[in-house]
């Protein structure tokens, strides 16, 4: 199974400044996806992240908001811009991985930020 | 995705056997029964999956009922570390990275 980490594992930050959140994986894969998990709440698929395309994103999240690179097949980054309280979530890389008899997905350890 | 229906809470006894209903009557014949727990606060972690046959790998059984209508996740002897929110996810077998996340039912392993 891919083995996924993230960095930084949390920090604190200020509203209207920024963070870049980076997901490195252990093998190369075609897709990359970015979920936030707000308090007490189920994950939420930000966007999907392919390499040497935009990245596409899910209704009521924008690439103004949540930039993402995908610079090569094992690693991808995730800026949460212009921060506010509202954005203090997990927030977590997950990868596909194939196999004959489907697909799993599998996620990094999560990023915990807190906006003040 | 179809959509699936768990209980919010349960509790189990240390030691004893944690069984994890859920119901998916609206799957469809190509979809697999993918299980998922997140131990607090941690990235979710991949337990099992079944189409139709049941399933048993080192960390659980899945058993699926014959029409596909539901499917109970069974961990055979649970410990205090199993304390988890427990996710049923029912997809077809591609796509896996774009999978709906429900509320997933919270496991209270008790001593």
């Known amino acids: 199974s891919a083995v996924i980490s993230q960095k930084p594992s949390r920090d604190i930050c200020q509203r209207g400044t920024s963070l870049t959140i980076q997901c490195q994986v252990d093998?190369?894969?075609?897709?990359m996806f970015w979920y936030r998990q707000q308090p007490g709440q189920s994950l939420t698929l930000i966007a999907t992240?392919?390499?040497?395309?935009?990245?596409?994103?899910e209704s009521g999240f924008v690439i103004d908001k949540f930039p993402i690179s995908r610079p090569n097949l094992t690693f991808s980054t995730l800026t949460v811009s212009n921060m506010s309280p509202e954005d203090s979530s997990i927030y977590l890389c997950?990868?596909?991985?194939?196999?004959?008899?489907?697909?799993?997905?599998?996620f990094g350890p999560g990023t915990r930020l807190l906006v003040l | 995705d179809a959509k699936t229906t768990q209980p919010t809470s349960m509790d189990c006894a240390e030691g004893r056997a944690a069984n994890l209903p859920c119901n998916h009557s609206?799957?469809?014949?190509?979809?697999?029964v993918y299980w998922y727990r997140q131990i607090h606060s941690q990235g979710p972690q991949y337990i099992i999956h079944?189409?139709?046959n049941n399933e048993t790998n080192e960390m659980a059984s899945l058993i699926i009922t014959e029409d596909r209508k539901s499917s109970t996740l069974i961990l055979p002897h649970a410990t205090l570390r199993d304390t988890a929110v427990y996710y049923c996810?029912?997809?077809?077998?591609?796509?896996?990275?774009?999978?709906?996340f429900g509320d997933g039912t919270t496991l209270t392993v008790k001593p």
């Open positions: 079944g189409l139709k």
């Open positions: 997950s990868v596909e991985e194939g196999g004959r008899r489907g697909e799993t997905q599998y």
């Open positions: 093998s190369q894969v075609t897709m």
């Open positions: 992240a392919n390499q040497g395309s935009e990245a596409t994103y």
């Open positions: 996810i029912v997809r077809v077998g591609t796509n896996a990275g774009k999978s709906t």
């Open positions: 609206t799957i469809s014949g190509n979809e697999y």
